[in-house]
């Protein structure tokens, strides 16, 4: 089936530790973008990406990272110097930026203790 | 800076009650307007969506109002029932190359 898959779906890490969340897709999409959700702050925009090897920051970048070497796949990696890194990561991906249906995947949910 | 606005925060509705969500922007650049919907441990999902050329798109229960003029747009669900339950986002974009911009949510709960 078409779809974003994104690993893992609980992750628990000590402060100071980098972390990676994979997310995959395979719709094809040129487009593909990673959220942060918090509660009562809706889905904030990390980083995204319209084409392989290209991304853009989003609204709140800092202490995080991404790479885009294949069109299914955009990674975000969780440095340490992000300061409040616990929160729900969501991948979603679009044929193109902003014009039309981004699809989501399930989420990962990080912790860190 | 918040670009688009949501409210209420949370909302309890009655099964078969009426439910609406408001929505207000700022950028007049924003030609795509897009609902979404959540399930707890789940991704948002496209619920509805319409452009500013149209003042109101219906699908089912669910009917977004569009107000150019006034820079909002609200999602009414008519027969509102306990498996709505959920939350919902509103959205808007437009063809300035960047992505989805999202309000807060609003998390509904339909009581039986």
């Known amino acids: 089936d078409g779809g974003i898959t994104q690993s893992p779906k609980y992750l628990f890490r000590k402060e100071g530790q980098n972390v990676t969340l994979s997310c995959e897709q395979n719709?094809?999409?040129?487009?593909m973008y990673w959220y942060r959700q918090d509660p009562g702050q809706g889905l904030r925009l990390i980083y995204y990406s319209q084409i392989v090897n290209d991304f853009q920051k989003g609204d709140i970048a800092e202490g995080y990272s991404v790479s885009r070497e294949k069109k299914e796949s955009f990674p975000l990696t969780v440095t340490s110097a992000q300061k409040n890194p616990t929160a729900f990561y969501l991948c979603?991906?679009?044929?193109?930026?902003?014009?039309?249906?981004?699809?989501f995947g399930e989420g990962s949910r990080l912790t860190v203790l | 800076q918040q670009q688009v606005k949501q409210s209420p925060q949370s909302l309890i509705v009655q099964k078969g009650g009426i439910s609406i969500i408001n929505c207000a922007y700022e950028?007049?650049?924003?030609?795509?307007f897009p609902w979404y919907q959540q399930f707890p441990g789940k991704g948002p999902a496209l619920l509805i969506a319409?452009?500013?050329?149209?003042s109101e798109k219906k699908e089912g229960r669910f009917t977004i109002s569009f107000n150019k003029s006034a820079k909002q747009f609200s999602l009414h669900i008519m027969d509102s029932q306990p498996g709505d339950s959920a939350t919902y986002f509103c959205?808007?974009?437009?063809?300035?190359?960047?992505?989805?911009?999202f309000g807060k949510g609003t998390s509904l709960l339909v009581t039986p």
């Open positions: 959205a808007a974009s437009g063809d300035s190359g960047y992505a989805l911009n």
């Open positions: 979603a991906s679009s044929p193109q930026v902003s014009t039309g249906e981004l699809f």
């Open positions: 719709l094809n999409h040129d487009a």
């Open positions: 319409i452009r500013p050329d149209v």
């Open positions: 950028n007049t650049a924003f030609d795509y």
